[in-house]
């Protein structure tokens, strides 16, 4: 086998820089590797940079800063310019909201003057109604319509406030969201493609609305107090129809005689010069008119409970009528001026209204007698007792028990004779009775 001769170029190493350095007799020597001086190149490049950007920086540094400057006062005179344009508009909007805020301000107050009003009115409106409702509804359903409850009308003043405040909160935020007329209690409208309605529009079309809702609350407590009045007026007279077939005659009430002066209940003295009554609106008049009409009303309610509307007896029979009959004991037409009840001895007999005890004792025919005033002219007799139970001059109330029946004086036997006096004269207890029952309706 042949041996191929070396190449000695090829593969040859390649030799490293040496660097000596002497000192003295010292001699020392470093070898230089290409890594080496390729890092000290870079060093050195990388400090030469630094070096030239410091210089650039010192140099430039003043132009830049002056430049920098320059663009941020051009920014902030172009930010200021914008800001006073902002600032003009706000005004001028501010000064636009200022003034529909002013007009809006004297119409929520006028509003809520009338609410107020209506307010104050349903307050007094209402101490009436609850005593006249009840009165005029007991009595014939044909006759006395029931009274229309305010609690609608209330529900609607509710309506116009939370409207009004609604109005006041479109006023102080007048870039907010559109209000709709349904978040007012309102029914939509429809949609047109006209222009689009503006806060003013749609407020004073708010204000059109609450406005008409409050007249129309005004007229509906009009109408009621004049439906108050009109049922106070007919039970009214009803009670004196019925009362007056008695032959019972009303005294004239205290409001229907004008010319009457006016004394107070507890005695004071009252007086001065004539002075002409202040001017009163529809309404005050109305009131007027119904609180006389319940008054009336209350005074002839009065009168008829003051009246013998009771039995004596409730649970006997009448077996005598009022009117001529024959005598039992001269057998001759005589006047029966009352009526009998049939009553065992010791039925308790009963007060057939207050009053006051006038006699109470013997008093000839009619045996043991029990007669009780009970004002107006009204009196009642209660004759052929066994027992007194009160004295004269004695307070008895009605349906109390005031004696024991029995067969004294002139009697065929025990029973009680009842009479009923008007000014004396002896009048028929069964109108009385009768008018009792039509009564039931009316004094509750």
Avoid at 146 to 163: F, M, V
Avoid at 187 to 212: W, Y
Avoid at 261 to 273: C, H, K, Q, S
């Amino acid at each position: 086998m042949s041996i191929r001769p070396e190449n000695r170029s090829f593969g040859k190493r390649r030799q490293s820089h040496v660097l000596i350095l002497a000192s003295g007799d010292r001699v020392r020597h470093m070898t230089v590797r290409p890594w080496m001086a390729a890092a000290a190149a870079s060093l050195v490049g990388v400090f030469g940079i630094g070096y030239l950007a410091a210089t650039s920086y010192l140099v430039l540094r003043d132009d830049l800063i002056g430049g920098t400057i320059a663009r941020q006062a051009r920014m902030q005179h172009e930010y200021e310019d914008r800001i006073t344009a902002l600032r003009a508009q706000v005004d001028r909007v501010t000064s636009r909201q200022l003034l529909d805020q002013q007009i809006v301000e004297e119409k929520v107050d006028k509003l809520l003057q009338q609410q107020l009003e209506l307010s104050s009115r349903s307050g007094r409106l209402g101490t009436l109604a609850e005593s006249a409702e009840p009165a005029t509804a007991s009595g014939d359903a044909a006759a006395l319509p029931d009274a229309e409850p305010l609690a609608y009308r209330k529900a609607d003043a509710q309506d116009g406030i939370q409207a009004i405040e609604e109005i006041m909160g479109i006023a102080e935020a007048n870039a907010g969201p559109p209000v709709h007329a349904s978040a007012l209690g309102y029914a939509p409208e429809a949609q047109t493609n006209g222009p689009r309605e503006t806060v003013s529009d749609r407020t004073d079309r708010i204000f059109s609305k609450v406005t008409l809702s409050l007249k129309g609350i005004e007229r509906d407590q009009l109408a009621h107090v004049r439906q108050l009045t009109s049922n106070a007026q007919r039970t009214s007279e009803a009670i004196r129809t019925i009362v007056e077939r008695t032959g019972f005659v009303f005294p004239v009430p205290k409001t229907a005689d004008a010319s009457a002066p006016a004394i107070p209940a507890d005695g004071t003295a009252i007086g001065g010069p004539y002075v002409e009554p202040q001017n009163q609106d529809q309404f005050e008049q109305s009131l007027t008119t119904l609180d006389n009409a319940l008054v009336d009303l209350e005074e002839t309610r009065d009168a008829a409970r003051k009246l013998p509307l009771e039995s004596p007896a409730p649970a006997s029979d009448v077996t005598s009528s009022f009117g001529n009959r024959l005598d039992p004991f001269l057998g001759r037409l005589a006047l029966h001026a009352g009526i009998d009840f049939r009553a065992a001895t010791g039925t308790r007999i009963r007060a057939t209204a207050a009053g006051t005890v006038t006699t109470a004792g013997p008093a000839g025919g009619y045996g043991n007698m029990i007669e009780i005033d009970h004002g107006n002219g009204v009196s009642t007799r209660y004759a052929h007792l066994a027992v007194v139970l009160v004295h004269v001059g004695e307070r008895v109330e009605a349906d109390q028990a005031i004696a024991q029946s029995g067969s004294t004086g002139r009697s065929t036997g025990p029973h009680l004779h009842y009479e009923v006096r008007l000014g004396g004269l002896a009048v028929d207890p069964m109108r009385f009775l009768r008018a009792r029952a039509k009564l039931a309706g009316y004094m509750n």
